[in-house]
Protein backbone atom coordinates (compact mmCIF):
# COMPACT_ATOMS: atom_id res chain seq x y z
CA UNK A 1 0.00 0.00 0.00
CA UNK A 2 1.16 3.59 -0.92
CA UNK A 3 1.46 6.15 2.14
CA UNK A 4 1.94 9.34 1.84
CA UNK A 5 3.14 11.62 5.57
CA UNK A 6 3.04 14.94 5.20
CA UNK A 7 4.59 17.62 7.99
CA UNK A 8 5.57 20.84 7.89
CA UNK A 9 2.41 23.23 8.79
CA UNK A 10 1.93 25.88 11.05
CA UNK A 11 1.02 29.39 11.76
CA UNK A 12 2.80 32.11 9.78
CA UNK A 13 2.64 35.54 9.39
CA UNK A 14 1.69 36.87 5.98
CA UNK A 15 4.64 37.42 4.63
CA UNK A 16 6.38 34.61 6.25
CA UNK A 17 7.13 31.11 4.71
CA UNK A 18 7.01 28.11 5.27
CA UNK A 19 8.67 24.46 3.77
CA UNK A 20 5.90 21.38 3.78
CA UNK A 21 7.55 18.24 3.33
CA UNK A 22 5.75 14.50 2.10
CA UNK A 23 7.49 11.71 2.46
CA UNK A 24 5.88 8.62 0.41
CA UNK A 25 6.33 5.10 0.28
CA UNK A 26 6.15 4.27 -3.49
CA UNK A 27 7.50 1.46 -4.90
CA UNK A 28 9.09 3.38 -7.73
CA UNK A 29 8.65 6.64 -6.64
CA UNK A 30 10.13 8.18 -10.23
CA UNK A 31 7.16 6.67 -11.78
CA UNK A 32 5.11 8.63 -10.05
CA UNK A 33 3.85 12.46 -10.71
CA UNK A 34 2.97 14.24 -7.14
CA UNK A 35 0.88 17.28 -6.22
CA UNK A 36 0.02 19.18 -3.50
CA UNK A 37 -3.69 20.37 -3.07
CA UNK A 38 -4.93 22.25 -0.48
CA UNK A 39 -8.67 23.13 0.98
CA UNK A 40 -10.09 26.09 2.52
CA UNK A 41 -13.38 25.65 4.96
CA UNK A 42 -16.09 25.49 2.85
CA UNK A 43 -14.27 25.70 -0.04
CA UNK A 44 -13.86 22.82 -3.00
CA UNK A 45 -10.09 21.12 -2.56
CA UNK A 46 -7.54 22.77 -5.38
CA UNK A 47 -4.61 22.22 -7.35
CA UNK A 48 -1.81 24.01 -5.98
CA UNK A 49 1.06 22.49 -7.52
CA UNK A 50 2.68 18.93 -8.94
CA UNK A 51 5.77 17.84 -10.43
CA UNK A 52 6.35 14.71 -12.56
CA UNK A 53 9.46 12.98 -13.36
CA UNK A 54 9.90 12.14 -17.28
CA UNK A 55 13.62 11.38 -18.79
CA UNK A 56 15.37 11.56 -15.97
CA UNK A 57 14.01 15.40 -15.33
CA UNK A 58 10.86 16.93 -13.37
CA UNK A 59 8.50 19.05 -14.74
CA UNK A 60 6.68 21.49 -12.74
CA UNK A 61 3.26 22.91 -12.78
CA UNK A 62 1.42 25.80 -10.39
CA UNK A 63 -1.71 27.62 -9.93
CA UNK A 64 -1.74 30.83 -10.96
CA UNK A 65 -2.74 32.10 -7.62
CA UNK A 66 0.66 30.87 -6.07
CA UNK A 67 3.15 30.84 -8.87
CA UNK A 68 6.00 33.07 -8.51
CA UNK A 69 5.73 32.51 -4.49
CA UNK A 70 5.30 28.79 -3.93
CA UNK A 71 7.98 25.72 -5.46
CA UNK A 72 7.45 22.48 -5.89
CA UNK A 73 10.70 20.02 -5.96
CA UNK A 74 11.09 15.70 -5.08
CA UNK A 75 14.23 14.39 -3.74
CA UNK A 76 13.64 10.58 -5.36
CA UNK A 77 16.64 9.32 -3.32
CA UNK A 78 14.45 10.26 0.04
CA UNK A 79 10.67 9.70 -1.92
CA UNK A 80 10.03 12.80 -0.53
CA UNK A 81 8.07 16.34 -2.37
CA UNK A 82 8.41 19.42 -1.12
CA UNK A 83 6.51 22.67 -0.96
CA UNK A 84 8.28 25.64 -0.48
CA UNK A 85 6.15 28.49 -0.30
CA UNK A 86 6.73 32.16 0.31
CA UNK A 87 5.09 35.24 0.21
CA UNK A 88 2.40 33.84 2.28
CA UNK A 89 -0.68 35.50 2.49
CA UNK A 90 -3.88 35.05 3.85
CA UNK A 91 -5.94 33.61 1.37
CA UNK A 92 -3.17 30.85 1.71
CA UNK A 93 -4.67 29.33 4.50
CA UNK A 94 -6.15 25.56 4.21
CA UNK A 95 -5.33 22.39 4.93
CA UNK A 96 -2.81 21.32 2.43
CA UNK A 97 -2.33 17.48 0.99
CA UNK A 98 0.00 15.42 -0.82
CA UNK A 99 -1.08 13.15 -3.97
CA UNK A 100 0.54 10.98 -6.14
CA UNK A 101 -0.63 9.34 -9.30
CA UNK A 102 1.03 7.57 -11.98
CA UNK A 103 3.66 9.10 -14.63
CA UNK A 104 1.74 12.53 -15.11
CA UNK A 105 0.31 15.57 -13.00
CA UNK A 106 -2.95 16.34 -13.61
CA UNK A 107 -5.11 19.21 -11.34
CA UNK A 108 -8.23 16.97 -10.55
CA UNK A 109 -7.91 15.99 -7.36
CA UNK A 110 -9.99 12.62 -8.37
CA UNK A 111 -7.56 11.26 -10.84
CA UNK A 112 -5.18 11.05 -7.69
CA UNK A 113 -5.24 7.48 -6.05
CA UNK A 114 -2.71 8.25 -2.94
CA UNK A 115 -3.06 11.24 -0.47
CA UNK A 116 -1.44 12.37 3.05
CA UNK A 117 -3.16 13.37 5.51
CA UNK A 118 -2.91 16.95 5.12
CA UNK A 119 -1.48 19.57 7.36
CA UNK A 120 -2.59 23.22 8.26
CA UNK A 121 -1.05 26.10 7.25
CA UNK A 122 -2.34 29.16 9.02
CA UNK A 123 -1.43 32.47 7.67
CA UNK A 124 -2.37 35.47 9.84
CA UNK A 125 -3.24 38.77 8.06
Known amino acids: QVQLVESGGGLVQAGGSLRLSCVAS????????TAWFRQAPGKEREFVAGIEWSGGSGSTSYADSVKGRFTISRDNAKNTVYLQMNSLKAEDTAVYYCAARRLLVTTTSSEYPYWGQGTQVTVSS
Open 26 to 33: LRTFSSYA
